[in-house]
Nanobody, 115 residues
Framework: QVQLVESGGGLVQPGGSLTLSCAAS????????MGWYRQVPGKERELVAH??????ATYGDSVKGRVTIYNQSRSTVVLQMSRLKPEDTAVYYC??????????WGQGTQVTVSS
């Protein structure tokens, strides 16, 4: 059974940093890519960052230059965020795409940027 367990969300001051981790379980050799998306009420879910198993990363325009994503292991991706802004406040969701085109989502972790 595929599961995605997210950790690292919380409250951070503007200009601060935060690291999110997502650990996948189940059929790990099927993973094609993993990533993070975020969503605020009333808006569509948007890409934060995405990385393939080969390490090719893609970043959302609103976070480029402020976030880094990397594969910590076959099962875990890490998202490092810095110079956070209040507009980065959202629920962050881990995403997994498998070679058979199946897609999975984590339950989400809240990130709040506020003084």
């Amino acid at each position: 059974q595929v599961q995605l367990v997210e950790s690292g969300g919380g409250l951070v001051q503007p200009g601060g940093s935060l690291t999110l981790s997502c650990a996948a379980s189940g059929s790990l050799f099927s993973i094609n890519s993993m990533g993070w998306y975020r969503q605020v009420p009333g808006k569509e879910r948007e890409l934060v960052a995405h990385i393939t198993r080969r390490g090719e990363a893609t970043y959302g325009d609103s976070v480029k230059g402020r976030v880094t994503i990397y594969n910590q292991s076959r099962s875990t991706v890490v998202l490092q965020m810095s110079r956070l802004k209040p507009e980065d406040t959202a629920v962050y969701y881990c995403n997994r795409n498998d070679r058979d085109s199946r897609e999975y989502w984590g339950q989400g972790t809240q990130v709040t940027v506020s003084s």
